[in-house]
Structures are given as C-alpha cells and as structure tokens.
C-alpha cells in the first residue's frame, strides 16, 4: 500500500488523483455534477450528485492504477466552502438542494446585520462578513424559512460531509470553522456563542457535533466504511483525513521546499472560478478587508489570512458566453485560443492596445483589500461595438483587471499586514492561460513562481493524506518531502512600465467606484420604496 488519493470536489465537479509519498502524480479523473440557481443570489447543489460524481471520478482514477485499490494507503478530501444542510425529510433548499455554493450569496443583508453588531469576531474577518461565508446563509434560512430550519439536524462544510460519507462518522475540520464560521481557535470558548444568541440563531451549535473538538487538518477522521468502500470502489478500513477547503489545498501544492524560510515573502494564489491569496504568519496579525486571522486552519500553531476575488476565471467565461463576438461557449481550448490571439495583438501593437479600457473586477463584491461583498463592478471604454476587436478588448481589459488587483491586494498586505511579499506561487486553472500567466508575471509587481506539479489542489490533499497514511509526521515534513520543481519567472521591464501606467488608472477608478457605491447607499435612503400598483 503506497499511493495516496486526493479528492478534490470544486464549484463545478469532483476531481480524484493518485499520488506516491514523493508527490508523483500517477492518475486523474473527474466527473461533473450540477449547479442550480434557482433565483436571483441563490446557488445551490444537491449532495447526492456531488457522491456519484465524486464515486465516478475514483473509480476511474483507481482503474487506472497496477493493483488497483489495494495500493490506497490514504484519504484525503478538499472541497470548496460551501454548507451542507442535513434535514429531515424533503430537501431544505429551492430546487431539491441540501448544499449552498460558496459564491450564493442570498445573505448580504444578514452579513451587514452581522457587521451592525461590532462584534470582536469581525477583526477576524477584515471588519466585514462575507455573505459567501457560512453564517449569512444560515441566517437567512432560519429567518426566511423557518419551517425548513426546524428539520435540520446539522450543517457541515463540503469537505467534511465528503468524509462522513465515506467513513460514516460525523466530525468537522478545524480549517473550516476557523475560516467559514464565527469560530476563533485561539480562544478557550472557540464559538462566539454571544453573537449567535443575539442574532437568534444560537441552536446552531447545538447541531451534529459543533460543539465537539474539531480536527486539525491531515489527523485521521475514520476508516472507510464498507458501504462506502462498495461505493467507491475503495478497500474498507483505510484511514481518511480530516480535510481542507479547496484554496488551503491548493496552497499546500504551491508552497515549495524550504517554506519555512520564506514564508513572510511568498503568496500562494489558487486562480480558478474565483481566485484565493493565502499567506501564513507565525502570529496574529490583523488586515482590514482582508479574511482572518484563522489559527491552526492549515499548520498547527500558525495564522493564515485570505484574501480573493469572488468571480476571476468565471468573468473571463463571462465574455466567452454573453459578447456578441464570441466564438463559442466558453473551454479550456477556447480560452488558450483566445489568449494566443490576444497575446499576438499585444506583441504587434503593444500597450496601445484596449489602453482605454479599465474595469474594477468586482461583479460579486470585494473580498480584499475593501472587503465588501455589496460592491459591483466598474469599467470603462464602453461603446456599441461588438465585434471581434471588441471581443478581444473586453477579454483582455478582464484578464488584465484580474491582475492588477492581485497587485493591489499584495500592495495591501504589505502595507497592513506586515508581510513583505515580492514572490507569488499560482496554482489553479489560472496557469493554463497564457495571458493571464503573462499578466501576472509583469502586472502583479512580483515575481511569478510557477510549479511542474500538473494537479496543485489534489498534491496538497494528497499531502493531507499522507499524514493520515502514517507516511510523515506532520505536513512541514509531507510539504519539504512531496512539494514539485518549481520555476521563477522574471517580468518583462517593458510591459512591466505599461502595466504601472495600468496600475495608476486602475487605483483611481478603484477610489471613485467606492465613493460612488457610498452615495449611491445614501440615495436608496432618500426616499422610502412606494408600491404605486404602475407596471
């Protein structure tokens, strides 16, 4: 028994990867499942497509392997942030869901009435909830439906009802309630219970073992069970993790060999739907608009902070999907194929080209440096064209956006957060894209560090995995043992000047967005909402 499986399950299907205790990466497969949007805000899933999925992609990830299942020496399961709803009967959620995506965001209304109350929990959340986080939508579900709320028997995140059903045993992570729930580690009372009584909603802990010590990440969970063995097509009695978000994985799977020593410097960002900022600090640092500090919700005694953006390689599927000009529904070839088109433009025409076109990327708020989830975009340099020049302009002032704000958020952790970073591992879909490789290698004012590892997500699970398989003692060890090659890449002075040019605008339409989105606040108080009965 020497391999490792990694489970990744993300926003749009479940990926499964096998690994040695080297990091080697021996087989992958994955399988899709279905996101629901069943009104305006709301994102939901139903949990027992997001199984299947899951059982197909190890199935055929195992099928690929000499020995087969008799080789797993570990579990590990990372998945995105989003909660799933245990209730008795009927599904709680509008379409037949039990799972709330990381990015619906039916709460905002209940995270500024989080934010109203000034408890001490904000500081570690920038000074403002996130609707994307856990409490806003449990909030909403108990205040707009009751009936549903009082059929709930727990609520786990995503990663950790992946591992009861694959163990039947039902615990949490502590990287998910540090990072998703009013829950602070460092404190002998971990749950900010206080704030749930006042909000009403403090039965919460009372649910499916909340309340019990959670796990640190990489410890053993449970053993397979039998009916999931069958389902899996995995041996029963192998030890599975407790597991991550999917963002923490994928830093594991960036941070390289010798991180301890540069762990002030280097920011591991995980670009894919959305795209997540990670970096870790030996003590308690507070950044406004910035998520965190979390303790303990990747390596045991350290503080994480995350920073993102809510919707990145989404937006640029976006302009895929809705230009006129677009040549088809967004994939990974036509993205490569649109990049390379575009990257052909920028080296014939150079900075001139799409100059007078900006945007401020927030079309789902803004995580960091403001951190402010009601915020929209802004963009510039719109006319009536729709064609194929306008096309490719919109494509790049979205990449080119995407980047500067990575800019912008390093800036701000620098500044705020005592880190000094000039170094950025990306991981994710992100490296896939030729343009956005090149633009965050000249615009993000930082060097580009880019891996071998082909699946970063899945080798950070599969470092979770290991501890758990008995491999390694704790995942400092796993990392320096199973971490892959990594590769500098310098900007391009040139385009580095142009970007700085970029950089400026981007800042200033940045300062005008925010005063426009506080007077625009002011005037929905300016009059009270008549219903007139006009259509």
């Known amino acids: 028994m020497n391999h490792l499986l990694a489970i990744d399950v993300g926003t749009l299907s479940a990926r499964a990867g096998i690994f040695d205790g080297e990091g080697t990466l021996h087989a992958t497969a994955a399988a899709s499942f279905e996101l629901i949007t069943p009104a305006e805000h709301h994102a939901i899933y139903r949990m027992e497509d997001i199984w299947t999925a899951v059982c197909r992609a190890v199935a055929q990830c195992i099928a690929q392997i000499p020995g087969g299942a008799k080789t797993i020496a570990g579990i590990a399961f990372d998945a995105t942030s989003s909660v799933y709803i245990d209730a008795q009967g009927e599904p709680p959620l509008d379409g037949g869901g039990d799972v709330i995506c990381w990015m619906d965001h039916r709460g905002e209304a209940q995270a500024a009435e989080v934010d109203a109350t000034g408890h001490r929990f ?4 920038g000074g403002s909830l996130s609707p994307e986080t856990n409490l806003p939508k449990l909030l909403w579900l108990k205040r707009n439906r009751p009936e549903a709320w009082a059929s709930v028997r727990g609520v786990r995140d995503l990663c950790d009802e992946l591992a009861r059903r694959a163990t039947s045993v039902g615990r949490h992570s502590v990287c998910g309630l540090a990072c998703k729930w009013p829950y602070l580690p460092n404190d002998p009372e971990p749950w900010c219970q206080d704030l749930l009584d006042d909000l009403g909603i403090g039965d919460l802990t009372t649910l499916d073992h909340l309340s019990d010590r959670p ?19 995995i041996l029963a009695g192998v030890p599975v993790a407790i597991g991550l978000i999917d963002a923490e994985a994928g830093a594991l799977g960036v941070l ?12 591991p960002m995980i670009g894919g739907t959305s795209t997540c900022y990670m970096p870790f600090a030996r003590d308690e640092r507070f950044v406004p608009g910035v998520w965190g500090p979390f303790k303990d919700a990747v390596f045991p005694g350290y503080w994480m902070h995350e920073a993102g953006q809510s919707l990145s390689g989404t937006a640029l599927d976006a302009v895929l999907a809705h230009h006129p000009a677009s040549p088809g529904e967004p994939s990974s070839e036509l993205h490569r194929q649109t990049a390379n088109r575009i990257l052909k433009l920028l080296d014939e025409e150079g900075s001139g080209f799409a100059a007078t076109r900006h945007i401020i990327p927030d079309w789902l708020g803004n995580r960091a440096p403001l951190g402010d989830g009601r915020v929209r975009a802004l963009a510039t340099g719109l006319g009536t064209e729709t064609g194929e020049r306008s096309f490719l302009e919109s494509y790049y002032a979205t990449a080119r956006a995407l980047a500067l704000q990575t800019r912008h958020i390093i800036d701000h952790l620098n500044a705020r957060g005592r880190y000094a970073i000039d170094s950025v591992a990306l991981a994710g879909g992100h490296l896939h894209n030729p343009l956005l490789v090149r633009l965050y290698r000249d615009a993000s004012g930082a060097k580009l560090i880019v891996s071998d590892a082909k699946e970063p997500v899945l080798l950070g699970t599969a470092m979770v995995a290991s501890l758990a398989a008995g491999l390694y003692p704790d995942l400092f060890t796993a990392l320096e043992a199973m971490a892959p090659r990594q590769t500098t890449l310098e900007p391009d002075p040139d385009w580095q000047l142009a970007h700085d040019a970029a950089y400026r605008i981007y800042l200033k339409l940045f300062n005008v967005r925010n ?15 008549k219903h007139s009965g006009a259509l």
């Open 215 to 233: 796990g640190k990440v990489g410890e053993v969970h449970a053993t397979v069970s039998k009916k999931a063995a069958a389902e899996l097509g």
């Open 515 to 529: 005063e426009v989105e506080v007077a625009g606040r002011a005037l929905e108080a300016l009059l009270p909402h």
């Open 122 to 125: 904000l500081s570690h959340v």
């Open 256 to 267: 390289g060999r010798n991180y301890l020593a540069r762990m002030n410097n280097l920011l």
